[in-house]
Each structure stands twice: as C-alpha cells, then as structure tokens.
C-alpha cells in the first residue's frame, strides 16, 4: 500500500476498517511507527458504542469514529484530526464501500443459475479484506493526488488572498492618510480664512488713522511754509526800504 506523505497528512496516524456490526476487516497504514492494534482500540472503549466523529484517548493517541454507509473508519491520530485528514479519511471511507459494492455485484452474476444455494460459500470479512485493500490502492492514490491538488490550489488561493487583503490595507491606509492631510488643510484654510477676517476688520481703522496723521503733517508743514513767505516777504520789503535810506544819504 502506498501511504499518504507525513507533510500532506501529518497527524493521521493509521487506519482501522470495521463493517457494520463492529468486526474488524483490515486497515491502512499512513504512519509506520504508529504501535496502535485494532485491539488496544477495542480495550480502550470496551462496550461503548461510538457516534460518527466520537474521539477516544488511547495512551498519547486519539482515535475518531467515522460512520459510513456500509462500514466504519476508526483514525488513528496525534492530535486532534483537521479538516484535511478528515476530508481524506472520509474520501478512503467512500472509496472502500464503492470497491466492495463493485465486488459483490460481481461474483452475483457469475453464480450458475443451476447451482444449489448450498453450493456457493460466502467469503467472510477476513477473507474478503486483503483483497479489497489491494485494490484500493489505485484509488487511494487518485484520492491524494486530488487532495494534494486542492490543498495546493487553496494555497494559491490563500496567497492571493492575502496579497489582496495586504494592498486593501494599503489603500485604506492611504485613504486614511489622504483624509487625515485634507482635515488638516480644512483646519488650516479656516484659520487662515480668520485670520484674514480679522486682519480686514483692522485695516479701514488704521488706514484712517494713518490718513489723519497725513492731514495733519501737511496742515502743520503748510502753516510752517506759509509762515516762512511771510517772514521771507517783510525780510524783502525791510532791505528795499534800507536801500532807499543809504541811497538817500
């Protein structure tokens, strides 16, 4: 039998086989250093009548009950089972039944109408269960194959994901950021936009202002020269007069 690689299906330890009314027909190994017997199941529940996916401890491993149709899959783990082992154990589980319903429909149409009932010996279980499991394997194989496949498609699928959501992050922090500078701008024009309000209320005052202390500097610069051609005219008109005296003399 080929088994499933520890890296694809690393706590999945082994596989017991069971038909329907709890008798052990074969089983599958995935790990070969798995210690687990089909009996050291049967000590650790004794009469319990285990449900589908029931877990039981048996010493350091666990061992989960899958019902079938027809038979029963008993897993041997290290650790609680994840959704890919169940996934394959429950694949093996289809995968048995169909082998077995192919087998029973087969040896039904070969019987010789003639034969007496008698005549045809039902193999048992036991009998029956190598054979089965050796041709199994083809489609156990098929089984892996397909989960690694999904496994690794879901990966990719996982990987791109992530890159999706990591550039979501980075556009929504870009967002974020953008929002942030343009509430700051807002903040900024606002204060600016009072600022100019304030400076345009003290503008026409002390443009007033400014204009009256013009007015008066020209006022008082104009009396100044208005005084000075005064004085300038009676200095002209005193010099004619001493003029004409030394003239006179």
Not at 75 to 80: D, E, H, M, V, W
Not at 117 to 133: H, V
Not at 157 to 179: C, G, I, N
Request: glycine share 4%.
């Amino acid at each position: 039998m080929v088994t499933p690689q520890k890296k694809n299906v690393a706590t999945l330890q082994k596989l017991f086989i069971i038909d329907d009314q709890g008798a052990y027909t074969g089983e599958y190994t995935v790990d070969d250093e798995c210690v687990i017997e089909f009996d050291d199941f049967v000590k650790a529940v004794g009469n319990m009548a285990m449900e589908d996916s029931q877990t039981v401890f048996i010493g350091e491993y666990k061992a989960t009950m899958l019902h079938g149709a027809q038979l029963s899959l008993i897993a041997i783990s290290r650790g609680p089972l994840g959704s890919q082992e169940l996934t394959w154990a429950k694949a093996t589980l289809t995968a048995v039944e169909a082998s077995l319903a192919q087998q029973h429909e087969g040896p039904a149409e070969e019987v010789d109408a003639g034969a007496a009932p008698s005549d045809s010996k039902e193999a048992s279980p036991e009998e029956d269960s190598g054979i089965n499991l050796d041709e199994l394997q083809e489609k156990l194989q098929k089984v892996e194959s397909q989960l690694i496949q999904e496994r690794k498609s879901n990966t990719e699928k996982s990987v791109e994901l992530q890159a999706k959501e990591d550039k979501l992050r980075e556009m929504e922090a870009a967002v974020s950021a953008a929002k942030e500078r343009e509430e700051r701008l807002q903040r900024d024009l606002e204060t600016l936009k009072a600022d100019m309000d304030s400076a345009k209320a003290k503008i026409p005052e002390d443009f007033v202002q400014a204009q009256k202390d013009m007015e008066t500097r020209v006022k008082i610069v104009q009396k100044k020269a208005f005084e000075l051609l005064e004085r300038e005219e009676k200095l002209r008109k005193r010099e004619q007069e001493l003029s004409k005296v030394v003239a006179s003399e």
